[in-house]
Each structure stands twice: as C-alpha cells, then as structure tokens.
C-alpha cells in the first residue's frame, strides 16, 4: 500500500501526464519541441561560427561559391536536425512505453489492492 502511495505521489504524476496522450501525439509533439530547440541550437552555433571566423570570410567572400557554401550549411543542418529527430523519437517512444507499463502494473496492484480490502 505504501508502495503504492509513493508510486502516485512521484513516478505517477509524471507517467499520468504522458498516457494522458495518444502515443502519436505524444512522441509527434516531443519530436517537434526537439526539432524547434535543434534549429535554434544550430542557428547559435552557426552564429558563433560566422562571428569567430568573420574576417576570413569577408576576405574570402569574393571567391568562394556561395552557393556550395549554403548547400552545405543546408545539408549540414538537415543532418543535424534528421539525427536529432530519430534519437528524439527513439527517447520518448522509450519513455511512453515504460509510462505505459509502470500504469498498467499499478492499475494491477491497485486491483489486488482492492481485492484485499473485499475480503
């Protein structure tokens, strides 16, 4: 019973709000705050880049293919974000599978719980 009490009152809390979802729509929008804190998290790096390296690439400017440059800006970024995105869904399909099974065997005790109390 003790056991019980202390699941709700710390686990439970956390695993109630994440079943109170479909498993689509849970992990969708986990992937989604991932992917929005990803872009974000690449455009600072990319301005730290461009900021610690801004002498060079005036001097350069001229003579470098901006095009090539941006296409591997893009494919840098798409990677990045496309990793970012599968470890993202991989993480929280994890974490709303364990929520489901530590309900599930809650619910379960909760039942012999009350079983015992019939008797």
């Known amino acids: 019973m003790t056991k019980l009490a202390s699941y709700e009152s710390h686990e439970g809390k ?15 929008f986990q992937v989604l705050k991932s992917v ?18 801004f002498e060079k690439l005036m001097q350069d400017i001229y003579k470098m293919d901006l095009l ?12 990045t974000v496309g990793a970012y995105g599968v470890i993202s869904y991989v993480v929280y399909a994890s974490r709303y599978s364990k929520a489901k099974h530590h309900l599930r065997n809650y619910y379960g005790n909760l039942k012999k719980l009350a079983g015992m109390y019939d008797k």
Do not use: E, P, R, W
């Open 68 to 79: 090539q440059f941006g296409k591997s800006v893009m494919i840098l970024y798409l990677c």
């Open 14 to 28: 956390k695993d109630i709000q994440i079943v109170n979802y479909f498993k689509g729509d849970y992990i969708g």
């Open 36 to 53: 929005i804190a990803a872009t974000i998290s690449f455009c600072a790096l990319f301005g730290v880049y461009v900021f610690y390296n």
